[in-house]
């Protein structure tokens, strides 16, 4: 089943993510090195492929990643708090002598991409190939989007090549479950009908515990977020 150009996902009010347009759903899960940087992402398991689907958003579910409809009994408040502004309005820019790291903290999902070689807020002042590149890549890998890459010369813009689909986050370094990875510029609208602005890469929430709902804001780590109950 090929995913539909036509796919989004739908923010229910104190419910679920309604998915739809046959997106892949599978585990995406972050890799640490020895010294426990994250570096890359692995693909797992991969589900088996609906037009539609419920995806938890409350955190209480237990046939996670899906909804068993226990933000009833949980009482969830799911309200959406995300400022309906474009990335580019609220992220600020930090100008190295070739690249601009375009920065919207709020988005923060706290893999720690960025932590690497020093942080790529650091590398971005420096000159030379390897930070260059180095500071791209840790952009790249940022599943929310709070970090993007500019070229300073051309304008150019490096984002990573996703295919439209959605990741389960596992994150075993910290011991946590993650929040959805939404890849390849899926809409996601909101229970009133506001469409957020469509990008190759956002973090959703999914352990209820956002403060910048729908999007997650990196509280699934302190809160201990797991899969199983
Ligand atoms: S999943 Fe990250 S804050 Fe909820």
């Given at each position: 089943m090929e995913a539909s150009e036509d796919g989004k996902i739908k923010v229910?009010?104190?419910g679920p993510y309604l998915v739809s347009g046959a997106l892949p759903l599978a585990r995406q899960t972050i890799?640490?090195?020895?010294d426990g940087e994250s570096v890359a992402?692995?693909?797992?398991e991969r589900y088996h492929q609906h037009p539609h689907y419920a995806l938890c958003r409350c955190g209480a579910s237990h046939t996670k990643p899906f909804c068993d409809g226990s933000h009833m009994s949980a009482a969830f408040d799911g309200?959406?708090?995300?400022?309906?502004?474009?990335?580019?309005?609220?992220?600020?820019?930090?100008?190295?002598?070739?690249?601009?790291?375009?920065?919207?903290v709020v988005l923060c999902a706290d893999a720690r991409f960025c932590h690497r070689a020093g942080g790529a807020w650091n590398l971005v002042k420096q000159e030379g190939e390897e930070a260059v590149e180095t500071v791209r890549a840790e952009a790249e890998l940022c599943p929310s989007g709070r970090y993007t890459a500019i070229d300073r010369e051309t304008g150019e813009?490096?984002?990573?090549?996703?295919?439209?689909?959605?990741?389960?986050?596992?994150?075993?370094?910290?011991?946590?479950?993650g929040p959805l990875w939404v890849r390849g510029g899926v809409p996601v609208e909101s229970a009133d009908g506001h469409v957020y602005e469509v990008r190759n890469r956002v973090?959703?929430?999914?352990?209820?515990?956002?403060?910048n709902k729908p999007f997650c804001d990196g509280t699934h780590l302190e809160a201990g977020f797991h899969d199983d109950e």
């Open positions: 229910t009010v104190n890799v640490a090195d020895d992402w692995s693909e797992g309200t959406e708090t995300a400022v309906r502004a474009p990335y580019d309005e609220l992220a600020e820019d930090i100008v190295g002598p070739d690249l601009i790291l375009r920065d919207e813009r490096h984002e990573p090549d996703l295919p439209l689909s959605v990741g389960i986050v596992a994150d075993p370094h910290e011991g946590v479950a973090t959703l929430c999914r352990c209820g515990g956002s403060s």
